[in-house]
């Protein structure tokens, strides 16, 4: 097999101000984020270029969300050196306007999606944060919190659509060299999907903070009264790594 052509093996960069253009990930320029480095050997590999060609084809014959340009939006909010919280995420969104890279994430004036509004719900009973008026997690990100989903891609309104094409395999990696890091990282895992991830990661060296999932079929089995935001400061603040505001 020849060498990978340079937009196969870089993460794709958004385009800020503008709407998203008919791009594939194949056809995507050369990113600027400091996880170029870490993830550039998984872009190298065969299962990237066939996953690549997977959302192409998804994007010809369908809807996929999120839009190409915010597909990667995760990993360009929160570069790998700022990184203190991990927030793992199944697949988007699959409602239009709902998926921009970010999991539980959506911008204005999309109003917040139910497992969106049981964490702000959980967020005022933790620390008395008044919910507020959108459910943008944009903020979050650039603290440090990486919203990684495990899926980064989805046919509209078929959720698991794009599971097992191998984008778990490109997420592993991130959770992997992010459990690398010689710093402390708090690990957010809601959900049983989540909570697989444990396999990946040095308890002895990170925290891990586990609930139910948000979603309302879960949320009432150990969610609500987890507080998780406390708990994220908490160890944070033990580690010298500060806290996170987590006000919107």
């Known amino acids: 097999m020849g060498e990978a052509a340079p937009s196969e093996r870089t993460i794709p960069e958004p385009l800020p101000g503008r709407p998203p253009a008919r791009r594939t990930p194949l056809e995507t320029p050369m990113p600027k984020t400091d996880w170029n480095p870490i993830l550039k050997s998984e872009l190298t590999k065969p299962y990237w270029a066939e996953l690549q060609q997977f959302v192409r084809n998804e994007r010809q014959h369908h809807a996929v969300y999120p839009p190409d340009a915010d597909v990667f939006a995760a990993l360009h909010l929160t570069p790998f050196a700022s990184v203190r919280v991990v927030v793992l995420g199944q697949d988007p969104y699959h409602g239009p306007g709902q998926a921009h890279g970010l999991c539980f994430s959506v911008r204005p004036p999309t109003p917040p999606p139910p497992s969106l509004v049981n964490i702000f719900k959980e967020l005022e009973s933790d620390l008395g944060i008044a919910r507020p008026a959108h459910g943008s997690l944009e903020s ?12 980064l891609t989805v046919r509209a309104h ?8 191998g984008w778990e395999i490109f997420t592993d990696a991130i959770v992997q060299a992010v459990d690398a890091k010689p710093e402390p990282v708090v690990f957010v895992l809601w959900g049983s999907a989540a ?18 999932h948000p979603s309302p079929l879960s949320a009432h089995r150990g969610f609500f009264g987890s507080r998780p935001f406390s708990t994220i400061n908490a160890a944070l603040e033990t580690a010298g790594r500060g806290s996170i505001d987590w006000s919107l």
């Not at 078929?158 to 094409?165: D, L, Y």
């Open 158 to 165: 078929q959720a698991a659509s794009h599971r097992n094409q």
């Open 195 to 212: 909570r697989k991830k444990k396999a990946l990661l040095d308890r002895r060296r990170h925290i891990v903070v586990e609930a139910p």
């Open 140 to 151: 979050w990100a650039r603290q440090g919190v990486l919203l990684l989903n495990t899926t």
